[in-house]
């Protein structure tokens, strides 16, 4: 069954070092999601990515953040540099189409900033 | 803006009762999703909602929707211990927007 892939499961890295998060949505999905979890709240949107552009984005997504697609199979979230706050699960997901009901959810990439 | 509440928040339930898990959004919404999330781990797919009315069932869950109230429920009967999780209901627009999740605890 076709899944969303994420890795690292788990990175650990230090206050004000850049993070690339990487993930592979299914291979026929055209929209793409970051969303993050702060542990025990709920799940935040983050940003969404179609046709090789952010679609839309929340307030958190801010400069310190950037998405980019660089081939035909990867989708990748760019922390620059990171806070303690940034500290969180971050899932990708991805969705068929406009019209495509459900999006999927990776596994997650728990990031801890020290 | 758009707000999904959910309540409860924590649920502690005994083994073989019924419970129901509320989900109230705060603007018109096309789709209404109900997910599974394990400790650690991602969310699953429960079920998806589109038009009022709408009731899904699955093993011992069933979740129902009812857009004029902006209203979805996620009810469990005869609650067995492997279904203990958090349970997040989202809207969907352009990008989904989720409930603070309940967090269900079913003990024996």
């Known amino acids: 069954e076709p899944e969303v892939t994420q890795t690292p499961s788990h990175q650990v890295t230090q206050m004000g070092q850049e993070v690339i998060l990487r993930c592979v949505p299914i291979?026929?999905?055209?929209?793409f999601y970051w969303y993050r979890q702060i542990l025990g709240q709920k799940v935040e949107f983050l940003v969404s990515?179609?046709?090789?552009?952010?679609?839309?984005k929340s307030e958190i997504f801010d400069d310190q953040f950037s998405v980019e697609r660089p081939d035909g199979s990867n989708f990748t979230l760019k922390i620059r540099s990171t806070k303690l706050e940034d500290s969180a699960m971050y899932f990708c997901?991805?969705?068929?189409?406009?019209?495509?009901?459900?999006?999927?959810f990776g596994q997650g990439t728990r990031l801890t900033v020290v | 803006e758009l707000k999904v509440e959910q309540n409860p928040l924590f649920l502690s339930m005994q083994e073989g009762k019924n419970y129901t898990i509320y989900c109230n959004y705060s603007?018109?919404?096309?789709?209404l999703y109900w997910y599974r999330q394990d400790p650690g781990k991602s969310l699953e797919s429960l079920f998806v909602l589109l038009s009022n009315g709408a009731v899904k069932q699955e093993g011992r869950l069933m979740a129902s929707l009812d857009t004029k109230a902006r209203l979805s429920t996620l009810h469990i009967t005869a609650a067995v211990h492997d279904l203990s999780a958090t349970y997040f209901c989202a809207t969907s627009g352009s990008r989904l927007t989720f409930g603070e999740g309940t967090q269900l605890t079913v003990n024996p």
């Open positions: 291979s026929n999905h055209l929209y």
């Open positions: 997901a991805s969705r068929g189409n406009r019209h495509f009901l459900e999006a999927f």
């Open positions: 603007t018109t919404s096309d789709r």
């Open positions: 990515f179609y046709n090789n552009e952010i679609s839309e």
